[in-house]
């Protein structure tokens, strides 16, 4: 199972980049988790839109929903050219909380997730936490039986994502503040918390993600390996987590 980074920031991108998004491929089958602001002119670098066989996304704040329509648009496009092979699929949770009515498109198709249940796709299955966010979010475990992978998506810190994330061989963690900032309110962590769920879980490796735009960011990493023994990076567009056992 392959992961690679396509966007990291929060909030907004910076120039040539975007926010939230990853790309995950094994085996010829293609995910896209979260389709932020940007990410679809930075996702074609690695993969063509006709290569995407389905999309998932944790919630519907527009850094992680903003290219939903731009890819819908290059779907109807290359279905009128007949390169298209069939509806592209994008789960979300049908909760009342969420714009789910907007997934459907000519050429996209959308599908609720129960977030109480696993979702197969392809070689992958997830497995979801809601997370304490002001709107309806949920954080996916991913694994294909071999590698498995935790994305917080966005929250706030709470006890039972270190239940949700133990032993995995990656976390892909919410950074939005740094240490000693309170990010309960608007529902990010800082870095010392995203350390503190990584340590306390057993994870193999740490990437910090929906990154801030003020700071120096990587004092984010100095800051979660006060807590957290293990190997510590920022999200950048083309990192890959590739482990082979």
Not at 6 to 17: D, T
Not at 30 to 51: C, F, H, K, P, W
Not at 137 to 143: F, G
């Amino acid at each position: 199972m392959k992961w690679t980074t396509i966007g990291a920031w929060g909030v907004y991108p910076k120039a040539e980049s975007a926010t939230s998004c990853y790309l995950v491929e094994k085996d010829g089958f293609s995910v896209v988790i979260d389709m932020g602001s940007g990410a679809l002119s930075r996702l074609q670098q690695y993969i063509t839109v006709n290569e995407i066989d389905a999309i998932v996304i944790s919630h519907f704040h527009h850094d992680h929903v903003a290219d939903i329509g731009p890819f819908q648009y290059a779907c109807l496009v290359n279905e009128q050219l007949g390169t298209l092979n069939g509806p592209v699929p994008i789960y979300a949770a049908a909760d009342g909380d969420t714009d789910f009515d907007m997934l459907d498109h000519v050429a996209t198709a959308g599908r609720g997730y129960d977030p109480n249940k696993p979702l197969h796709l392809g070689p992958f299955t997830f497995k979801f936490m809601k997370t304490k966010h002001p709107k309806t979010c949920y954080a996916m475990r991913v694994t294909d039986d071999e590698t498995t992978v935790v994305y917080t998506a966005d929250t706030a810190f709470f006890p039972e994502l270190t239940g949700f994330t133990k032993d995995v061989d990656l976390l892909i963690a919410e950074s939005s503040f740094y240490d000693g900032m309170d990010g309960s309110g608007p529902g990010h962590m800082t870095s010392t918390e995203c350390g503190r769920i990584a340590e306390d879980a057993g994870v193999g490796k740490l990437w910090l993600t929906h990154l801030p735009h003020f700071g120096h960011l990587a004092d984010l990493v100095s800051e979660a390996k006060t807590v957290y023994n293990g190997e510590v990076e920022l999200a950048r567009e083309g990192l890959c987590f590739n482990l082979r056992r």
